[in-house]
């Protein structure tokens, strides 16, 4: 049941699979939450889950930094930091590349003031990526962060 | 069941940090068996009533999420809520005046 589920949601993108995922009853409507990018969380793939934010082409930026530590000994908690100089920012995502699910969280902003801040779980030594899109363009940037015991569990 | 949330505004600042144990569905407890997925899904912020944040986190929020973030314009007294809402239907809410 679940692997048909995952099957479904992989096969197509975003909000036709999640559609279709209805339609066929797999999916109870009350898990449907309005904004909320199944496709992307569900993602196993960075590549997956970049494609599933619309982040599949975005460029490298020197104007976006990710600040985390370069040794995490613990994977469950794990600071980041965003900070960026683009002007005119829209929308900020967050990957850990090699979780099991990479997409970490995802926000759509106005007034933005270049700098946010979270804690993310990390199973495995992998590059923590910022998606900034500003401007109607979509910039990147990625900081390694060693990861001593994973927290991610599985 | 009200989440609980705290919530402090001022200079520029938000910061937001929720009582939630952000259960990803992947870990196993001490007899093997699955914890179910338990994450906020959904939380966002408004200043003065005009949406600054929308925000979708999935299961690899640490727990006891964090949000800090940085506002153009906000002043002293203005009014700011946060609202979250995680894969249960649990819902929290919280306003403060910013400092």
Same mark, same amino acid.
């Given at each position: 049941? #679940?692997?048909?589920?995952?099957?479904?949601?992989?096969?197509?993108?975003?909000?036709?699979?999640?559609?279709?995922?209805?339609?066929?009853?797999?999916?109870?409507?009350?898990?449907?939450?309005?904004?909320?990018?199944?496709?992307?969380?569900?993602?196993?793939?960075?590549?997956?889950?970049?494609?599933?934010?619309?982040?599949?082409?975005?460029?490298?930026?020197?104007?976006?930094?990710?600040?985390?530590?370069?040794?995490?000994? #613990?994977?469950?908690?794990?600071?980041?930091?965003?900070?960026?100089?683009?002007?005119?920012?829209?929308?900020?995502?967050?990957?850990?590349?090699? #979780?099991?699910?990479?997409?970490?969280?995802?926000?759509?902003?106005?007034?933005?003031?270049?700098?946010?801040?979270?804690?993310?779980?990390?199973?495995?030594?992998? #590059?923590?990526?910022?998606?900034?899109?500003?401007?109607?363009?979509?910039?990147?940037?990625?900081?390694?962060?060693?990861?001593?015991?994973?927290?991610?569990?599985? | 069941?009200?989440?609980?949330?705290?919530?402090?505004?001022?200079? !520029?600042?938000?910061?937001?940090?929720?009582?939630?144990?952000?259960?990803?569905?992947?870990?196993?407890?001490?007899?093997?068996?699955?914890?179910?997925?338990?994450?906020?899904?959904?939380?966002?912020?408004?200043?003065?009533?005009?949406?600054?944040?929308? !925000?979708?986190? !999935?299961?690899?929020?640490?727990?006891?999420?964090?949000?800090?973030?940085?506002?153009?314009?906000?002043?002293? !007294?203005?009014?700011?809520?946060?609202?979250?809402?995680?894969?249960?239907?649990?819902?929290?809410?919280?306003?403060?005046?910013?400092?």
């Amino acid at each position: 049941m #679940n692997a048909t589920r995952r099957n479904v949601l992989k096969g197509a993108g975003g909000f036709s699979a999640l559609s279709v995922a209805v339609a066929a009853g797999l999916l109870k409507p009350t898990q449907v939450l309005a904004g909320w990018n199944q496709a992307g969380f569900s993602a196993t793939k960075a590549a997956d889950a970049l494609a599933a934010i619309g982040a599949a082409g975005a460029s490298e930026s020197k104007d976006i930094s990710v600040k985390a530590p370069d040794i995490a000994e #613990n994977g469950a908690v794990v600071p980041v930091e965003i900070t960026t100089t683009l002007a005119d920012v829209q929308s900020i995502a967050i990957l850990s590349e090699k #979780n099991a699910n990479p997409l970490v969280g995802e926000y759509a902003l106005t007034d933005f003031d270049g700098f946010l801040a979270t804690r993310i779980k990390m199973g495995s030594t992998a #590059n923590v990526r910022a998606i900034v899109k500003a401007g109607g363009k979509t910039y990147t940037a990625t900081k390694e962060v060693k990861v001593t015991v994973g927290g991610c569990g599985g | 069941m009200a989440i609980p949330m705290k919530l402090r505004a001022g200079n !520029g600042e938000i910061k937001v940090l929720i009582n939630h144990p952000s259960e990803n569905g992947l870990r196993k407890d001490k007899s093997g068996a699955l914890i179910p997925a338990h994450f906020i899904k959904n939380i966002s912020v408004a200043v003065n009533g005009k949406a600054v944040l929308d !925000g979708q986190w !999935g299961g690899g929020v640490s727990k006891d999420p964090y949000l800090s973030f940085k506002v153009k314009g906000m002043k002293s !007294g203005d009014k700011v809520v946060v609202n979250a809402e995680d894969n249960t239907g649990d819902k929290a809410t919280v306003e403060a005046a910013a400092s």
